[in-house]
Antibody
Framework: QVQLQESGPGLVKPSETLSLTCIVS??????????WGWIRQPPGKGLEYIGR????????YYNPSLKSRVTLSVDTSMNQFSLRLTSVTAADTAVYYC???????????????WGQGTLVTVSS | QSVLTQPPSASGTPGQRVTISCSGS????????VNWYQQLPGTAPKFLIY???QRPSGVPDRFSGSKSGTSASLAISGLQSEDEAEYFC???????????FGGGTKLTVL
């Protein structure tokens, strides 16, 4: 059974860059049935889709509201993928989840495995 | 402000049937399928329903999904105490070209 685990700093200063990595175990990140994504949840609020990437790095999607600040990357040799969010503000404070996106077509898909989440606080 | 609208709370007693609504528009629920996720307190969300009414392996058939027009619903029958959680709907949005979520509904089992 695949497991995902986020890692990265829990505190980032305003205007700096948030960097998180998701380590995938129990399955290959190169499985072509899946994409790999990030979702965040500000304290007490709902979920926000950040983006997703395919194992070859050539197919990515970024939420338009974050697109100018987000970069996703994948390292198949380490079986992990990463999130980079630049110029952070307090509004970026959230629990960040990495997740596996099972995708057959636009009518059949879903985030079927999630990491436990990591709280990132933006504060000086 | 979430793109999909859910009531902030719902409640029911053990054994009861409860429904949670999710309202959207033609660009998301109206033209696409709906997924649901269950988030138990302090844990990551769990994949509950896909393609509006399909259940992933291991999800009890007490959980069911439906859709009518630009609204979707999650129904839980035979409510159990372990169903106390927050429930999120999600759908592809053709205008935003991405997945959008509801704000979540916190279900309390009285």
């Amino acid at each position: 059974q695949v497991q995902l685990q986020e890692s990265g700093p829990g505190l980032v200063k305003p205007s700096e860059t948030l960097s998180l990595t998701c380590i995938v175990s129990g399955g290959s990140i190169s499985n072509s049935l899946y994409y790999w994504g990030w979702i965040r949840q500000p304290p007490g609020k709902g979920l926000e889709y950040i983006g997703r990437i395919f194992y070859n790095g050539r197919s990515t999607y970024y939420n338009p509201s974050l697109k100018s600040r987000v970069t996703l990357s994948v390292d198949t040799s380490m079986n992990q993928f990463s999130l980079r969010l630049t110029s952070v503000t307090a509004a970026d404070t959230a629990v960040y989840y990495c997740a596996r996106l099972w995708f057959v077509n636009l009518y059949t898909y879903g985030f079927d495995s999630w990491g436990q989440g990591t709280l990132v606080t933006v504060s000086s | 402000q979430s793109v999909l609208t859910q009531p902030p709370s719902a409640s029911g007693t053990p054994g009861q049937r409860v429904t949670i609504s999710c309202s959207g528009s033609r660009s998301n629920i109206g033209g696409n399928t709906v997924n649901w996720y269950q988030q138990l307190p302090g844990t990551a969300p769990k994949f509950l329903i896909y393609s509006t009414h399909q259940r992933p392996s291991g999800v009890p058939d007490r959980f069911s999904g439906s859709k009518s027009g630009t609204s979707a619903s999650l129904a839980i029958s035979g409510l159990q105490s372990e169903d106390e959680a927050e429930y999120f709907c999600a759908a592809w949005d053709d205008s935003l070209n991405g997945v959008v979520f509801g704000g979540g509904t916190k279900l309390t089992v009285l």
